[in-house]
């Protein structure tokens, strides 16, 4: 097959359209080209899951950046959404309703990662020299931390934060993939 343009759709019997279209050896149709409705691609959930709990991870060191710089760390579950869309897209070759949902479900979690892992870290710096606490001790002793209604306040904030600032930053995003993916 030559890719010399319109004599290559009028020999391949394909329609020509504004996008570039490829048939291979086994009669696949595949439309590459903006405007133009491609064959409807089915999505690996369990990829696409992986792919936005990895993506995530992204969101999740930035949170960790930011907070350790001093600034309000929430700001990043944008970051860590965009990310989570963006890796279930790519992993899981759809992103569907059922995509963004499960998308959403992983952001929440790693925000609530984030949040925690960002206090443990805190603990570890300002206990682990007096009490020589490792990171995991630090970890687990974070419970008794946050019985402090002071510190259970901060992190409550912080993990508020977090989560409204994902919201705000995702809403028109959710909304724009759920009009483009009625019907499926």
């Given amino acids: 097959m030559s890719f010399d343009g319109k004599e290559t759709y009028e020999e391949s019997g394909l329609e020509e359209t504004s996008g570039y279209k490829v048939s291979d050896a086994e009669g696949w149709d595949n439309t590459l080209g903006m405007g133009q409705a491609a064959e409807k691609i089915k999505g690996n959930i369990l990829l696409g899951l992986l792919g936005a ?14 907070y350790q710089l001093g600034y309000i760390a929430s700001i990043s579950g944008i970051v860590m959404t965009i990310c989570a869309l963006w890796g279930y897209e790519k992993f ?3 992103l569907d309703k059922v995509g963004v949902i499960l998308s959403f479900i992983i952001v929440v979690v790693m925000i609530y990662v984030a949040n925690r892992l960002t ?6 710096k300002y206990f682990h020299k007096e009490y020589d606490l490792s990171f ?11 019985e402090d209604s002071e ?11 977090g989560y409204l600032f994902c919201l ?12 483009g993916a009625k019907g499926e």
Avoid: N, P
Wanted: glycine share 8%; proline share 0%; hydrophobic share 55%.
């Fill in 53 to 66: 709990a990895i993506c995530s991870l992204a969101g999740v060191a930035i949170w960790i950046v930011i």
């Fill in 92 to 94: 899981g070759g759809k």
């Fill in 119 to 124: 206090y443990t870290i805190e603990v570890y």
């Fill in 136 to 146: 995991l001790d630090s970890f687990k002793a974070l419970s008794l931390f946050l």
């Fill in 151 to 161: 510190v259970k306040r901060s992190y409550l904030s912080d993990l508020g934060m």
């Fill in 168 to 179: 705000i930053g995702s809403v028109s995003r959710f909304i724009r993939i759920f009009k």
